[in-house]
């Protein structure tokens, strides 16, 4: 286990973060009403998931933890391999089950 | 069976919902074992689920944290990934948008991916549903699932002490993170987006503060939007050329 992340750091996170997404789903239902958004912000707000994310994750997978950052074929290609099951198949839960099956292989076979 | 009283349409959004504690339950027990793996106390992991209750937001958070990444980023990286939940809000909105504020508070808390995918199908080919009714199956789908969610970090989080270090758990998440994007690319737009921040964000980790993360994403986000300009542009040509031949 890692050491303990500071209590400050952790409380202002937290607090931060659950006011933030409460604000940011509340602002639409709760004061939005019936007004639109303009359709340029709405159009890069569609985007904002499929692109925050693979964002976090590309390095991840490029320089893995557990090899300490040092490149994997291994780690790349069992990367590659749920993120093709998910694209194919669409559907989380086979997606997910995949990505169980690779931790899998990749616990038993590179440690 | 057809939804005739405001209890019959709870009811209704609670067996819709119920399928997806499939999905709930495993996220929420990872969340509860990648939290103590990243030194969160049980109390501490469950705070953060039950005031957050926002799976990738929470998992970002704690990855960012652990790469000691300034508070501001860590904030605004997560807040960002959260934006999809504040687009579903505004979507629900002409369907909910005349309900009482503190019901609109409280739908505002559980507005999540299962939720609004199940409600928005709902009051688009029902109607005739009523104001009440709509509230009341939009909360009955979370009958199943916000529980579930709740009750698998606590799991999760105990199981997750237990669990020794030398099982590498880092790889985890990336892979959850993994199998999440796939079904989310429905158009060939979001496909564009996806592989723009990646393709930015190897380079950009070089850049100080994690700042990476922001400027890949913003990237990606402007390459999936200029992208369905286009692609709209070319499907108004092709009919545009169709009705003039």
Not at chain 2, 78 to 94: G, K
Not at chain 2, 181 to 201: E, N, Q, S
Request: proline share 7%; net charge positive.
């Amino acid at each position: 286990m890692t050491q303990a992340p500071d209590q400050a750091l952790l409380w202002t996170i937290i607090i931060g973060l659950a006011l933030g997404s409460f604000a940011l789903r509340f602002a639409f239902i709760g004061l939005m009403g019936g007004r639109t958004m303009p359709p340029w912000l709405m159009r890069h707000l569609r985007y904002t998931a499929v692109a925050i994310i693979p964002a976090l994750v590309a390095p991840l997978v490029a320089w893995p933890t557990p090899t300490g950052g040092t490149p994997s074929l291994p780690h790349i290609a069992v990367a590659t391999a749920v993120f093709a099951l998910g694209y194919l198949s669409r559907n989380v839960l086979i997606a997910m089950g995949g990505g169980a099956a690779g931790f899998l292989v990749l616990f038993l076979f590179v440690g | 069976m057809a939804i005739t009283t405001t209890k019959s349409a709870f009811w209704k959004g609670f067996r819709d919902g119920a399928p997806f504690m499939l999905v709930s339950g495993p996220f929420g027990l990872l969340f509860g074992v990648l939290a103590v793996e990243a030194g969160l106390i049980v109390p501490e992991a469950m705070v953060f689920s039950l005031s957050v209750f926002a799976g990738s937001a929470q998992f970002t958070a704690l990855q960012l944290m652990q790469e000691n990444a300034p508070l501001v980023i860590i904030l605004i990286s997560a807040l960002a990934v959260n934006l999809r939940v504040a687009m579903y809000s505004a979507s629900l909105t002409p369907y909910l948008g005349d309900a009482p504020l503190w019901q609109r508070a409280c739908a505002a808390y559980l507005t999540v991916d299962q939720s609004y995918a199940l409600s928005i199908v709902q009051f688009e080919t029902h109607p005739q549903m009523t104001l009440p009714q709509r509230m009341a199956y939009f909360f009955g789908t979370n009958g199943c699932v916000a529980p579930c969610w709740m009750l698998a970090t606590f799991v999760g989080a105990l199981v997750g002490a237990q669990i020794p270090a030398s099982w590498g758990l880092d790889f985890v998440l990336p892979l959850a993170f993994l199998a999440m994007i796939g079904p989310m690319l429905r158009t060939p737009a979001h496909v564009i987006a996806c592989f723009t921040a990646i393709l930015t964000a190897l380079p950009a980790t070089a850049l100080p503060y994690n700042l990476g993360l922001i400027v890949a994403g913003l990237v990606g986000m402007m390459a999936g939007a200029q992208a369905e300009v286009w692609i709209e542009k070319r499907r108004e040509n092709r009919v545009f050329a169709k009705d003039t031949a």
